[in-house]
């Protein structure tokens, strides 16, 4: 047996040596510690060797296991450079890669950054809520009334188990003041879903961006004043910016923002970009009723609001004529904002 051993191992040795690529490599790995490979047949053979000559005989079977393998493995390594210096034959490593085309943010992520970084300035923090939310956080800690027609299902998208999508990023205003005392002061960029009819200015799925400044003695000054000052960042120093009074069952009193739109070789007009108003108590009551402390005080606790589209936003600033244009991700149109 041992004479057998020695046999196969020259031959084994042999093989590998004269293996001129993986295949063949592979197959003699095979003919000799295959499931039938000769040193498997003969280490099979063990069993019938006298007691006194197991181990002997048994060492050499490691040993020779161990010798033909490493073999392998250095022909392997050996085999495997010789195949990647054929791959790289005739190739120039050095010549200067072929250039990727540049890619580029989308318009709406533009404009997005863009304003998360002139409120971030102004002390504001992201803030961040679910976009499948519930009635009390959508829409009734938000004063507004079980009638309100926002909380149609026509206008709406409910779910069987009563949830919705919520309609507009407020419901954020309503999860930060839960899970924090005042001082707060916040923004929400993020989905609103509503059933619209979609045409060049609606999308049953939109971009807003909310803030929230909660504190001692905010007033509707700070209000103009930030809102103002956010809008001539975004669009120019020289925007013209006006508070037209409206109504919004959340803020008391309440505004919409328009600023002047002046585009070369049309009559400058004034265009809605948001709205925004004083927190109206009422919503401080819901708060401390769903925290159950008092830790927003109707008394001495004041706050301001605002909303904003912010494909509106991106639709201003682009000259943009249809809205429909912001999600079909067309390239011809994207490489214009690249
Ligand atoms: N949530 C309102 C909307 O979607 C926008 C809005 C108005 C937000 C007034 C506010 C606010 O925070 O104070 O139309």
Redesign the pocket.
């Known amino acids: 047996m041992k004479e057998q051993i020695g046999a196969i191992e020259k031959d084994a040795l042999a093989q590998i040596t004269a293996a001129i690529n993986e295949r063949s490599l592979d197959d003699a790995r095979v003919a000799v510690l295959g499931k039938k490979g000769s040193l498997t047949l003969v280490a099979v053979g063990i069993k019938d060797v006298p007691k006194e000559d197991k181990a002997a005989v048994g060492q050499l079977l490691n040993a020779a296991r161990a010798v033909i393998s490493a073999a392998l493995d250095v022909k392997q390594t050996a085999l495997r450079e010789i195949a990647d210096r054929a791959a790289l034959a005739g190739m120039d490593p050095t010549l200067p890669a072929r250039a990727l085309p540049p890619g580029a943010l989308h318009p709406l992520t533009q404009i997005r950054d863009q304003a998360i970084s002139i409120l971030r300035r102004m002390g504001f923090a992201l803030a961040d809520g679910p976009e499948i939310e519930d009635e009390f956080h959508c829409f009734d800690a938000l004063n507004t009334p079980a009638d309100h027609p926002a909380r149609n299902e026509k206008d709406t998208f409910y779910f069987d188990s009563g949830k919705l999508l919520r309609t507009?990023t407020?419901s954020v205003?309503i999860r930060s003041m839960e899970a924090q005392a005042p001082p707060i002061r916040i923004i929400a960029p993020g989905s609103?879903y509503r059933r619209d009819e979609i045409d060049a200015t609606h999308l049953s799925v939109f971009n807003?961006l909310?803030g929230l400044a909660v504190g001692a003695d905010i007033s509707l000054p700070d209000l103009k004043g930030t809102l103002e000052y956010f809008f001539r960042e975004l669009f120019g120093t020289t925007t013209e910016v006006r508070f037209r009074p409206h109504f919004?069952p959340?803020?008391e009193p309440?505004f919409e923002i328009d600023v002047k739109l002046q585009i070369k070789g049309q009559a400058p007009r004034w265009i809605e970009v948001a709205?925004?108003?004083m927190v109206d108590p009422a919503v401080f009551d819901a708060i401390n009723k769903s925290r159950k402390d008092h830790a927003y005080d109707p008394e001495n606790t004041t706050g301001f609001?605002?909303?904003m589209g912010l494909d509106r936003l991106a639709m201003i600033r682009w000259g943009i004529r249809d809205i429909r244009l912001l999600i079909e991700n067309d390239v011809r149109f994207l490489r214009q904002f690249a």
């Open positions: 507009h407020s205003q609103a807003q909310e919004f959340f803020t309440s709205g925004c108003g609001a605002f909303g």
